[in-house]
């Protein structure tokens, strides 16, 4: 899953499903080049240059001074930018991973990965590793019992074929439906929604890396995948994991995390394109329902810790309870029924309300309001340009 955009001087791009799927809204190749970069312009270039300089002017004809890095953030390229927020990111994040011995795992344990947040000091007090998010990988027996539910999804293969193919690299166009991120006048917005799934690429690749689960074609020859299996684990989901930061980013973004008819209508659009997505990777034969289930709560919760980094969501006493800074999310596989469906709006995933295989909670600490930094320099733009155009809830 990658966001393609499209910038003067370049665009931000992504390996994308152009190596097997959902590789992610990752950057993955930095732009050095552009259309100049053939050897018809390098000549007619050089031969220009020496058509017209003076070669006795050596000096520098501005006065340039020193180049500040509070304003020089906005004066690199926009894959740049995605990069330096990518990595102020993943520098306050650690994983704890259990791999049970043979003996272990016979006895019917499984393996777990734990992401955790540090969250900054109050003070001079210590700061801490917080619990973010765990997933404990099911056992072969779900993954078995869901095959049945990946042939029964098939049948819709030729219906949604169009969208299916349509989000192999980028879902782009679709979140556009419901908020015009294609328009330039949203260019930052667009970047920001980048470097929030570029985040959730590199936490889910650790998740699918340790869990090691194999995909619905490994099972059986009657899958036949219409779209090429991706090269990594199955569970979890990339796809639905990217989606469902998009839609924690998004809701903080044009502020509709209050009560109310007109918030509930767009958080409902917002989940529906997520849970469309996210199926139609089931569909397409390359996930199991189990693999969105997981991607879900990874999802959540690193869209709102993303969120709470760019001090755009923070504790208020305006805001209902369940609309915490970010929540702590945990998936019990053991616990996901074998012929269970991916079904968000019967699976709850709310403080105190969630189905058997979620936990989601506070933290287990007082969180501290994180620093200024180069994501909420990025979030203050994009929140200004979804304001200028009516875009933010008031």
């Not at 970069?37 to 070669?55: C, H, K, M, Q, Y």
């Not at 819709?156 to 782009?172: G, P």
């Not at 989601?360 to 990025?378: G, M």
Request: aromatic letters at 10%; charged letters at 20%.
């Amino acid at each position: 899953m990658a966001f393609i955009l499209s910038n003067a001087g370049g665009s931000v791009s992504a390996a994308g499903g152009s190596v097997g799927g959902s590789v992610g809204g990752s950057v993955g190749t930095a732009i050095y080049g552009d259309a100049f970069a053939t050897p018809l312009f390098v000549e007619a270039l050089n031969r220009s240059r020496g058509a017209i300089i003076d070669l006795d002017q050596t000096k520098p004809l501005w006065d340039l001074g020193r180049r500040k890095q509070a304003t020089a953030f906005f004066q690199w390229d926009p894959w740049v930018r995605t990069y330096l927020v990518a990595q102020e990111l993943v520098s306050s994040v650690r994983f704890k991973v259990h791999q049970p011995t043979d003996a272990e795992h016979s006895a019917g344990e499984e393996p777990w990965v734990k992401a955790q947040f540090w969250n900054e000091p109050v003070g001079t007090g210590p700061g801490a590793w917080l619990d973010g998010v765990t997933i404990h990988r099911p056992p072969e027996s779900v993954f078995e019992g869901q095959l049945a539910l990946v042939l029964s999804w098939a049948e819709l293969r030729e219906e949604r074929a169009s969208e299916i193919l349509a989000q192999v690299e980028n879902q782009h166009a679709f979140w556009g439906e419901l908020l015009p991120i294609q328009a330039d006048r949203l260019r930052c917005t667009r970047e920001l929604l980048e470097a929030a799934i570029q985040f959730a690429v590199y936490m889910e690749m650790k998740f699918k890396h340790e869990l090691a689960c194999w995909r619905p074609t490994d099972y059986s020859p009657y899958v036949q995948p219409m779209i090429t299996t991706p090269g990594h684990g199955s569970l979890p989901s990339g796809h639905c994991t990217q989606s469902y930061v998009v839609v924690e980013v998004l809701k903080a973004l044009l502020n509709t995390m209050h009560l109310g008819p007109a918030y509930k209508l767009f958080n409902i659009q917002l989940g529906r394109m997520a849970t469309r997505i996210a199926t139609n990777r089931v569909v397409a034969g390359v996930h199991f329902p189990v693999d969105n289930a997981a991607g879900r709560v990874l999802g959540t919760v690193l869209g709102e810790y993303f969120a709470y980094r760019c001090r755009a969501r923070l504790p208020s006493a305006n805001l209902p309870p369940r609309f915490h800074a970010w929540h702590a999310g945990q998936f019990l596989g053991s616990k996901y029924p074998a012929d269970e469906d991916f079904d968000p709006y019967r699976q709850k995933l709310q403080p105190g309300n969630t189905a058997p295989f979620y936990e989601f909670t506070a933290p287990a600490d007082t969180l501290t309001t994180p620093r200024e930094s180069v994501l909420s320099t990025l979030w203050d733009q994009a929140k200004k340009e979804c304001h200028d155009l009516g875009l933010v809830f008031e």
